[in-house]
């Protein structure tokens, strides 16, 4: 299945150098960054705050690259048009705490932006059944949202390969996206287990030997031959 094979880098900003960020995310889109994941805490939904639409804003100045919002909040619906109008292209909303996520889908596809779902460590594939084929994509969390920098959980692998054994039952088009601890080492865990988006932060903006170096190490590893991935999907089904 080339699709698999094809996997895509999400660099996230939350690990930039924000009195750099603009160079940094421009370096990361000459390097070979897919899309560029903006990360958005309320310090309700998670123990943390991070950023608003402006930030969107000014990176929709300096790159063509896709920018995807990870609306980690209490109530997205109260920010979609701010973030759409900024310049943002899809957006992340999670399953958990939304009591109207299909209604909240819909708004986002009524702003002409993709969709995805996202879930918690804690949270099971299975729920994933009801609205996958509303999605665009579905991210699944490999740390508790809320910060970067966190070691990446090894039970998400099994349900990383549970997640796309139902995509390829229900939406076979639909991305399959994993967010937090990726590096070199879990990047290839995860892609054989079905991921085709992986997001980044400080295994790309933290890295001291640079982004540029970061990233085509972070590609490398993600390179594994179509053949074994297929062996591997069949294995997990
Ligand atoms: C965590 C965020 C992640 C985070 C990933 O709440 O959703 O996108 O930036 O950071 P790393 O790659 O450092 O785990
Ligand atoms: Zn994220």
């Known amino acids: 299945m080339s699709s698999i094979a094809h996997v895509k880098l999400a660099p996230s ?4 150098d924000f009195a750099r960020l603009g160079e ?3 370096e990361a ?17 998670v123990p943390n705050l991070s950023m608003g639409p402006m930030v969107v804003e000014s990176l929709r100045q300096i790159t063509h690259l896709p920018l995807e919002t990870h609306l980690m909040v209490s109530d997205p619906d109260l920010f979609l048009d701010d973030f759409a109008a900024a310049g943002s292209d899809s957006f992340l909303v999670h399953w958990e705490g939304n009591h109207n996520l299909h209604r909240t889908v819909q708004r986002i596809k009524a702003l002409g932006k993709r969709a995805g779902v996202a879930i918690n460590p804690a949270t099971p594939a299975a729920v994933l059944e009801e609205i996958v084929q509303d999605v665009d994509l579905v991210l699944v969390m490999t740390v508790n949202p809320g910060f970067g920098h966190q070691q990446f959980i090894g039970t998400s692998v099994p349900k990383i390969a549970r997640v ?3 995509i390829q039952r229900l939406k076979p088009g639909c991305e399959l996206e994993v967010d937090g601890g990726i590096d070199a080492t879990t990047a290839p865990l995860v892609v054989r287990a079905g991921a085709t988006v992986l997001v ?4 790309v ?3 001291p030997e640079g982004v540029t170096t970061a990233l085509t190490r972070l590609h490398a590893a993600t390179n594994i031959s179509e053949t074994e991935t297929e062996l591997a999907e069949q ?3």
Request: proline share 0%; hydrophobic share 55%; charged share 20%.
């Open 235 to 237: 294995s997990a089904l």
């Open 164 to 166: 796309r054994e139902l």
């Open 29 to 45: 889109d000459k390097a070979g960054a897919d899309r560029i994941h903006v990360d958005v805490m309320d310090g309700a939904f």
């Open 200 to 203: 980044a932060g400080s295994a």
């Open 24 to 26: 940094q995310v421009v």
């Open 13 to 16: 900003i939350l690990a930039a």
């Open 205 to 207: 903006f933290g890295a």
